[in-house]
Structures are given as structure tokens and as C-alpha cells.
């Protein structure tokens, strides 16, 4: 796992997505999840793309019940947050490229805003 990716739990959630400023990336994610294992490496490697742009992290759905409050049905899901309200949402595994297009959407809108 990328040193820049953090990781999202019930207990920290306020002070990591919450609180943050700026856009947050959650990747919803089970060990046992087969396209989550596609997913894991691409939210690391956007992670090292985007360092110091945009706090990139994970969140166990196993063991946070905090996905179930955020209306996670279907795992991978990939939630962007600003100002601790989602935005956006990608579920399933999708091709790096698709995700880091809505990154780079997602922070052009914060500069026009």
C-alpha cells in the first residue's frame, strides 16, 4: 500500500473526511472482494499522482459500519467527498484512467468554486 494512502475508520472519519478541507477520495473496499483487489493498486497509484492535491484513502466495509451509513450497496465504491459531503460516486471496478479523469474534474471545480 502507497505511504500517502490513509485509512478511513468509524473512529477517525470526522477528523480525516469530515473535517477535511479540500477533496477526499474514499475507496470502499472488502478483503474479500475480488474487483476491490483490481481497485486497491489503481487508488494507490492515484494516491502517489496525486499527492499533496488530494487526500486519498480506504474504507473497510467489514469493519466500518460507516459505509452502511453512506449508503454503500455495492463494493468497490469509489466516493468523493468535499468538505465531508459526497459529490460523486463510482461503483465497480473501472480502468485508472476513468477515475482519475473525475479526480482532475473534481479539482478543476474546486478552483472555479
Known sequence: MSENIKTFTDQNWDSTVTNAEGLVIVDVWAPWCGPCRIVGPIIDELAD?????VAIGKLNSDENIKSQELGVSGIPSILFLREGKEVDRIV????KQVIKERIDYHLSAELVS
Open 92 to 95: 465497480g471496478a473501472v480502468p
Open 49 to 53: 499522482d496525486f499527492s499533496g492535491k
